[in-house]
């Protein structure tokens, strides 16, 4: 849709709605059809009608109340063209009704959620419940959500489209679960959640309006699931998490917006008041009498936090936390840092023979970080023609630039003063 000119605020606003309300309002709209194509493609309808009015008759003044009302009409056009083979009149009545009443209803975020816990629903899939979160609840699209599962967008699309078939063929009912329920579903819920958030942390700087929202509504969703069960220690466990990473975000980037790594990060610009708001959520989660994924991975972040405040290597009880979550969860994503804390304790060697463990998954071949790691671990061994071509690699898979450019200056310093490691 092209704007006249003077017209480039109602396009920002109307951009920025949609980013905002996509995942709440298909959430409710599915939560009362029954049917999650129908609603995205309500939705999609309705940001193209807000997209070509907005302009023209300005910015309503409860912008998502609006789209829904328009997003209800296209979903109840949509029933009525094949209603005498798929949907009863009583039915169209009780959607108008609820989607009318619902238009300013302010506990949306709650049927965002219970959409959520919808798609936990042991009738789907296992595989694609939470990449069925990121795109139905989120928005994020085949691309982005294939990355985070590291698999391919085409295979991910298909997964995602046969998800939607089931769930409209079989009718799974888009509402909250009964309380003794939620437990079984949280897992799928709590990995969509840090999907999304490791996608927004993907921009550093946080300059990328879309990544920042999504960042901000992973927080957001994070603290809404801990709030509803509190006692469930890996929905404390993620929160922390979490939070001790975003508390580092201002030290992501120096003052010419370059990208600065951890270990080289100043902690004067770490947010304290968040930093101390994890720990103490990981204190309350590990009194809970249960170990799992996100409280050994907040664990590992404060592990981060305490040798760069105090100096003290404590890379030990890192490879330790390391150890405890591969045999948790086998993830090759684990296995690249566990790879990088041996190289830490032990040689570079060792760390290397880590990684050949896991250098025939083909889910790595174009994930960045391996590569970075793998030239990391090569150039500490001194191998550096191996490591000149795996940082190459590195450096085509990487999408940021900035990034692009510190895995680049690494690069070139291979074979200046270098300090094999062996």
């Given amino acids: 849709m092209t704007f006249p000119e003077g017209d480039a605020q109602a396009r920002s606003t109307a951009d920025a709605v949609a980013r905002r309300s996509y995942g709440k309002l298909v959430a409710f709209l599915a939560a009362r059809t029954r049917d999650v194509a129908a609603a995205e493609d309500a939705l999609s309808e309705a940001f193209a009608a807000a997209l070509a009015d907005w302009p023209l008759k300005g910015c309503p003044d409860n912008p998502e109340g ?4 328009v997003a209800r009409r296209k979903v109840i056009d949509m029933y009525r063209g094949r209603r005498r083979h798929e949907i009863a009149a009583e039915q169209l009545h009780l959607l108008a009704e609820g989607l009318d009443a619902a238009a300013t209803d302010s506990e949306i975020p709650d049927q965002r959620l219970a959409l959520m816990f919808a798609c936990g629903h042991p009738a789907i899939d296992a595989a694609v419940r939470a990449p069925l979160i990121l795109q139905v609840v989120l928005g994020l699209d085949a691309k982005k959500i294939a990355s985070a599962f590291l698999t391919s967008p085409a295979a991910m699309g298909k997964r995602l489209a046969r998800a939607k078939d089931k769930i409209r063929q ?16 949280l897992d799928t819920v709590l990995d969509a959640i840090y999907a999304a958030f490791a996608e927004g942390w993907t921009d550093p700087g946080g300059t990328d309006v879309a990544r920042r929202d999504l ?3 992973a927080m957001f969703l994070a603290r809404l699931v801990a709030e509803l069960l509190p006692e469930e220690p890996e929905a404390l466990g993620l929160l922390a998490l979490m939070l001790h990473a975003e508390a580092r975000r201002r030290a992501r980037r120096n003052e010419d917006g370059e990208y600065v790594p951890l270990a080289e990060q100043d902690p004067a610009l770490w947010d304290r008041q968040m930093i101390d708001e994890a720990e103490t959520i990981l204190r309350r989660a590990g009194g809970l009498d249960s170990i799992g994924r996100y409280q050994l ?3 590992l972040q404060s592990a981060h936090v305490h040798r760069s405040r105090t ?3 404590n890379w030990a009880e890192v490879l330790q936390l390391y150890d405890a979550l591969f045999a948790l969860v086998g993830s090759p994503v684990v296995a690249i840092n566990r790879a990088l804390a041996i190289a830490e304790v032990h040689v570079a060697s060792a760390a290397l023979a880590a990684m050949q463990e896991i250098a025939a998954d083909g889910r790595l ?5 391996y590569w970075a790691a793998l030239a990391e671990l090569l150039a500490k061994t001194g191998e550096h023609a191996e490591a000149r071509h795996a940082y190459e690699i590195a450096i085509g898979l990487e999408r940021d630039a900035s990034v692009r450019r510190f895995l680049q200056q690494r690069q070139s310093s291979l074979g200046v003063g270098a300090d094999a490691k062996r």
């Fill in 297 to 299: 991975e907040g664990a």
């Fill in 66 to 69: 609006w789209l829904l009302t």
């Fill in 311 to 313: 100096g003290h290597a």
């Fill in 170 to 185: 079989a009718g799974i009912p888009f509402s909250i679960p009964e309380r003794e329920e939620l437990p079984g579903r």
């Fill in 215 to 217: 960042t901000e509504e």
């Fill in 365 to 369: 071949a174009e994930y960045q970080p």
